[in-house]
């Protein structure tokens, strides 16, 4: 009784599931309907059938008789709307005999209730669904022989389950008729036996659109289902086995029953884990269960979940191997794309190994995938060559003898790479659905593809960008140092004798060796030299004050902040584009003009440098159109990047460059740069920008 405790409870719970999917479901179709009557009424005589179980007398036996009776009524009703479109005389007699059974059955459950009879309608009742069983069975063949050839496929799993319920009552209650009385164990199974139709049940009604149902029944549950079927049943077989050896193995019999009990396990765990059986199972159900050999829907979600989700453990090469080699069960392959120099080579490979070998683009594989965008079969090209008209193989190919299928990427009209895929684990068939869906998840690959390399193209050429700018700006600051040579020259022509000006040359000299060590550092490091640190904005311009003392003009220094200015840079930096305003103020001043340059706060937190001069001035228009343009300049030698330089770092330290000009009257430069501390710098600061 415990057996069918279990065994009606798990029907109960099985067809009340089923159930509530067939109502959500359901969309007012009488097929959709008279299929959601029996399975309802199915899970309520499974329900009563488990009160019967647990009470064998009383109400719950009397129940359970008319809920049978009700649940074979229903299923006959559902039969007989499908076998509707027949029409006419030949349904007449299937009708009538359905409520002749209904009747029979119906008689001696009422007969045992009012207690007319003790015997006779127990055996009455149990004749009368043996009829019903035989009557299910008769309506089921001609429901199958009355379908067109072509429409069979929809039906076929349900008249293999109604079938299967069917024969399995006939069994139970032609042995009672026999014996007089049901059989306790095959009764206690029942429910559990027409549970497992529900499946096939439930795939026939996804495969008929005309019940007015909307129900799916996914591959993996199909696959997964068929699986533990499989499992179940090998580990039965496994167990009748053992039991056999046991019982007449004699002494032997225990270690032989563990032994092969052992070996069954270890066989069936290799096959659970083993690709190559679990492709071969999901090619025989997508053959045998379904029109189509794939389910579309979740085959592209996978494969673009695979593209998007390139990781540490697979960069994008190899997911788009993965991606395309699980749509024709193939373990792996390699990825060849086309190179800067137009020409391909292998970009990854994953489950095979690499190679060094590169095929030109005008070769005859390169061409054919290009012009033709067909996948390439190898089988199929070694016993056929000629449907491949002209191709001829490259020798890396030819000698590669995994190799399977070539498939072209294509994106925007234009080859960028192929795919060789390797052998699958099972046999696996190449026909017209399986080359369309290659044909399009190689296009979204290819797409995938494209935008990676070119964005590996602009990350380059964003490089050789921040290169070529940092040399911009490492030939302007060489062009200022040889400005100072050159103009330190000039000067020595008339004051070289003078020791002043011989100590003053060599302190140049110095400073201009070092600058220019470090720009060559910086040039080849790409990277700024010195991190950023506190530097005392005093002191800096005094070093560049200084070091311009041999101009024709005169640079004067006013810190009203008196030694607290104190920003965060980068000290070289600063004195560079410091040094560059200041030098372009010289450059517009003439001789016996003034530049001076005033240090004050800006507020709480920030300071300004103002660099201002008596020279030429400039225009409105030359200040708003082109002075802070890269590349823009007035002067014959200059190369029009230095105040481009300026505004892109005291932006980076979080500060402003503005500039006002008159012409004729001179120009105003205002720079403003946040505090770091007002303390004045410590002596060991003011040494450093003394000696430069």
């Not at 002749?100 to 009455?124: C, I, K, N, Y």
């Not at 499992?231 to 009748?240: D, Q």
């Not at 765990?269 to 190559?276: I, K, L, Q, W, Y």
Request: glycine fraction near 8%.
């Amino acid at each position: 009784m415990d057996v069918a405790v279990w065994g009606y409870g798990f029907a109960t719970l099985a067809y009340c599931g089923f159930a509530l999917y067939v109502f959500l479901a359901w969309r007012g179709g009488r097929p959709g309907g008279a299929l959601l009557a029996a399975v309802a009424l199915s899970a309520v005589w499974a329900l009563s059938c488990v009160g019967a179980a647990r009470h064998a007398e009383g109400l719950f036996p009397f129940l359970s008789a008319i809920a049978d009776i009700a649940r074979g009524a229903s299923w006959y009703v559902f039969l007989l709307i499908l076998l509707q479109p027949l029409g006419g005389r030949r349904l007449l007699w299937p009708r009538i005999c359905a409520v002749a059974v209904v009747v029979s059955q119906l008689s001696p459950v009422l007969l045992l209730w009012f207690g007319l009879f003790d015997e006779t309608p127990g055996r009455l009742l149990i004749s009368a669904s043996l009829a019903n069983a035989v009557l299910g069975l008769v309506l089921v063949e001609q429901l199958y022989r009355s379908i067109p050839m072509v429409s069979r496929w929809g039906m076929k799993p349900l008249c293999l389950a109604l079938a299967a319920g069917y024969i399995f009552e006939l069994y139970l209650f032609a042995d009672g008729v026999l014996f007089g009385r049901l059989d306790e164990d095959v009764w206690s199974v029942r429910g559990v036996a027409h549970a497992l139709l529900i499946p096939l049940i439930g795939l026939s009604a996804s495969r008929n659109p005309s019940w007015t149902l909307r129900m799916s029944v996914s591959r993996e549950m199909v696959f997964h289902s068929t699986a533990l079927a499989v499992s179940g049943l090998y580990l039965l077989v496994i167990a009748a086995a053992g039991y056999y050896v046991r019982y007449f193995g004699g002494d032997w019999g225990r270690a032989l029953q563990l032994t092969l009990l052992f070996a069954g396990l270890l066989l069936l765990g290799t096959f659970v884990f083993s690709g190559a059986q679990r492709a071969r199972l999901r090619v025989l159900i997508s053959k045998h269960l379904f029109p189509y050999r794939y389910d579309y829907r979740n085959e592209w979600l996978r494969f673009t979940q695979a593209l998007a989700s390139a990781d540490g453990q697979l960069d994008l090469g190899q997911s788009v191997i993965k991606a395309l080699g699980d749509l024709v069960e193939s373990p792996g392959g390699s990825l060849w794309l086309r190179g800067n120099d137009g020409n391909f080579a292998m970009r990854s490979h994953l489950n095979q190994g690499s190679s060094n070998a590169v095929e030109q683009a005008d070769s005859s594989l390169c061409v054919f995938l290009d012009h033709r965008e067909w996948v390439i079969n190898l089988e199929e090209y070694r016993s056929s060559p000629t449907l491949y008209q002209g191709l001829v193989l490259p020798e890396w190919l030819s000698m590669q003898g995994d190799a399977w299928l070539v498939i072209p990427l294509k994106s925007a009209g234009a080859l960028v790479g192929f795919v060789v895929l390797a052998a699958p684990r099972a046999r696996f068939d190449i026909d017209w659905e399986v080359l369309d869906l290659l044909k399009t998840a190689q296009r979204q690959a290819a797409s995938y593809l494209a935008r990676m390399l070119t964005a590996e193209a602009l990350l380059e050429a964003r490089k050789f960008e921040s290169f070529n700018r940092m040399s911009a700006f490492v030939v302007h600051d060489l062009k200022n140092l040889v400005a100072q040579l050159s103009l330190m020259l000039k000067n020595a022509e008339r004051h070289g004798h003078k020791p002043e000006f011989q100590a003053d040359m060599l302190e140049t000299i110095a400073h201009v060796e070092a600058r220019m060590r470090g720009l060559m550092m910086q040039l080849q490091e790409k990277r700024s030299i010195d991190p950023p640190r506190a530097v005392n904005m005093g002191l800096l311009l005094e070093a560049v004050s200084r070091l311009r003392h041999a101009s024709k003009s005169e640079v004067v220094v006013f810190d009203e902040t008196e030694g607290a200015a104190v920003v965060l840079g980068h000290p070289e930096r600063l004195e560079r584009v410091l040094g560059h305003l200041v030098q372009n103020a010289l450059d517009a001043t003439l001789v016996g003009g003034k530049v001076s340059i005033q240090i004050h706060s800006a507020g709480a937190d920030r300071i300004a440098v103002v660099v201002e001069d008596t020279g030429c001035g400039m225009s409105p228009e030359f200040i708003r159109e082109r002075l802070s343009r890269p590349f823009q300049t007035t002067k014959t030698s200059g190369m029009g990047i230095g105040v481009y330089e300026a505004r892109q770092y005291l932006s980076e330290l979080g500060g402003t460059l503005h500039y006002d000009s008159e012409v004729g009257r001179g120009t105003r430069v205002t720079v403003e740069l946040p505090l770091v501390r007002r303390d004045p710098m410590p002596p060991a600061r003011e040494v450093e920008f003394q000696n430069g």
